[in-house]
């Protein structure tokens, strides 16, 4: 039984962690920083596991530079292998350089491997389209849209965009995306096919970035390096940050407001804007509900943060896998099997089905078992994880589970229901086994659960001295204790008398051991 009741739930590293938005970005990157500013954003919020990123597609046709930029970037945040996809028209696209060929060419500094050349966008959205569940994807788009215009004319294309998009969130309105270099003569049919929701976000203006923290990455950092060399210096007088604004909204929508009254519509003079006087029903307005100095500072911190490849050099592959297990531990492994959900842990799952593993006792009962006693270095595991990540998450999970075990698993006595004996039955909801209390091989988590619990931790140590104890005056102890479910009484007020043994009295004698009251204090 000792073997069954060891956590197993370390053999389902491989399954899947949180839902995660899923991503394609689409950039006109080199016609401005903002769009290098949205891709760090992109990669951090990745690095969280906030969302997951797909590919990234360049839609400008007049610069074949930017796909090398885009590629730099995904190598610095250690995604150096998403895919890739280019307009390889030039019907739209900014001709301007500004950063995009001096940090594609520069494959030394940035360690990328694509300069100027990628499949077809087309081509490139339909490889990432088909391969995800049916309306899995958000599509954000922070330059020209013209990948859209194509895809939506290519018969796959238009069948996966309605199938495998839920979403298109859009940096747009004004007179620059949607109306410039070339793109005007395409947004009426644009507007007119798009077949899902459209987010439009235009805010950006006021909420100047790029100047505060960003000036103290690594000098490889390619981002740096964009807004460092765009136009005039950034690093010192800062940009507008409406792509990485885009970007926060399709990822962290808490920080926005949504008009659903309008439509996205183009004006006669060719540009575009949201039109409250008519109503599209697929059509949204995005707003922010926070202040500009905290979209600004949100923003400042993920652009400046370190990719996660470089926090965690050298150890990386063993840090994710660990996080890896524990995410899965948290997602499939809490107590979802009787009529009482708890947050006690279950002792193990099948790997392919998530299913809890059962005890099946001989006369054909099965358990489904929450052995805290088994589950204390996962305890600490999970602890550990959350002291170097920073995120609560992991921690938080175990202290609600030593906290509803104070509550609901100590017996009279003051034992747990746990050990090579009894556990708890996650399916029946109640305690199981021969009720006999064995503590072997399992070093108790006492630190967390006198911060959860100081007033239970007691009472379960002093119960440990009491049941186990059978002779106060020689110590002498048996691992097994009866009578979990009667009140122990005077369980400390007992003297340790050594005379008895006359080894140990010896050893007295010498000074090697000292008399010694246990008593209640």
Request: some cysteine; aromatic content about 10%; glycine content about 8%.
């Amino acid at each position: 039984m000792k073997k069954l009741f060891s956590y197993m739930l370390i053999t389902i590293l491989s399954a899947s962690v949180f839902a995660q938005t899923k991503v394609i970005f689409d950039t006109d990157i080199g016609s401005d920083c903002d769009d290098a500013g949205a891709m760090a954003i992109l990669h951090k919020l990745a690095d969280k596991g906030e969302v997951e990123i797909l590919g990234v597609v360049y839609s400008s046709g007049k610069n074949k530079f930017g796909i090398g930029v885009c590629d730099a970037i995904n190598t610095y945040y250690g995604r150096g292998d998403l895919p890739l996809g280019q307009n390889h028209k030039d019907d739209v696209g900014d001709p301007r350089d500004f950063f995009s060929k001096q940090v594609a060419t520069d494959t030394v500094t940035y360690h990328h491997d694509v300069i100027s050349s990628a499949r077809d966008l087309v081509s490139a959205y339909k490889m990432m389209l088909e391969k995800e569940q049916d309306a899995s994807v958000t599509i954000i788009t922070v330059g020209h849209p013209i990948g859209l215009v194509h895809l939506l004319r290519d018969d796959e294309g238009v069948r996966l965009v309605r199938s495998k998009v839920s979403r298109w969130v859009a940096m747009g309105g004004g007179g620059w995306n949607f109306s410039q270099n070339g793109m005007a003569e395409y947004m009426h049919e644009l507007l007119e096919k798009w077949p899902c929701r459209l987010y439009m976000s235009s805010y950006g203006e006021k909420v100047i970035t790029g100047n505060i923290k960003l000036p103290n990455t690594p000098e490889n950092n390619p981002v740096r390096k964009a807004y460092e060399s765009f136009i005039w210096n950034c690093l010192e007088k800062g940009r507008p940050s409406w792509d990485q604004i885009a970007v926060l909204f399709a990822i962290r929508p808490q920080y926005f407001r949504i008009e659903s009254h309008g439509a996205v519509e183009q004006t006669e003079d060719k540009n575009v804007r949201w039109d409250n006087r008519i109503n599209n029903l697929k059509h949204y307005y995005v707003l922010p509900k926070i202040s500009d100095t905290e979209m600004r500072d949100i923003i400042e911190d993920l652009m400046s943060e370190q990719p996660a490849s470089v926090q965690r050099t050298g150890s990386s592959k063993y840090l994710d896998a660990v996080r890896e297990f524990a995410d899965n531990v948290l997602k499939y492994g809490r107590d979802t099997y009787g009529p009482k959900h708890t947050p006690l842990f279950v002792d193990g799952l099948n790997i392919h089905t998530h299913e809890p593993v059962k005890w099946i006792t001989p006369d054909r009962q099965e358990w489904v078992l929450s052995n805290l006693a088994s589950q204390q270095n996962l305890f600490r595991t999970l602890v550990g994880l959350s002291n170097i990540t920073g995120d609560p998450k992991y921690k938080n999970a175990v202290e609600e589970a030593i906290k509803y075990a104070f509550e609901n698993l100590q017996s009279s006595s003051g034992l747990f229901y746990w050990g090579g004996h009894t556990a708890y039955d996650a399916q029946a909801d109640k305690p199981c086994g021969t009720l006999t209390h064995e503590l072997k091989g399992f070093y108790p988590y006492y630190e967390l659960m006198w911060k959860v619990n100081p007033k239970a931790t007691r009472q379960l140590i002093e119960a440990f001295w009491a049941g186990h104890i059978l002779n106060w005056s020689n110590l002498n102890m048996n691992r097994h204790y009866y009578k979990m479910n009667q009140p122990l009484k005077g369980s400390w007020d007992y003297k340790y008398d050594p005379r008895p043994d006359k080894g140990i009295h010896r050893m007295m004698k010498k000074g090697a051991l000292h008399p010694m009251k246990i008593s209640r204090r």
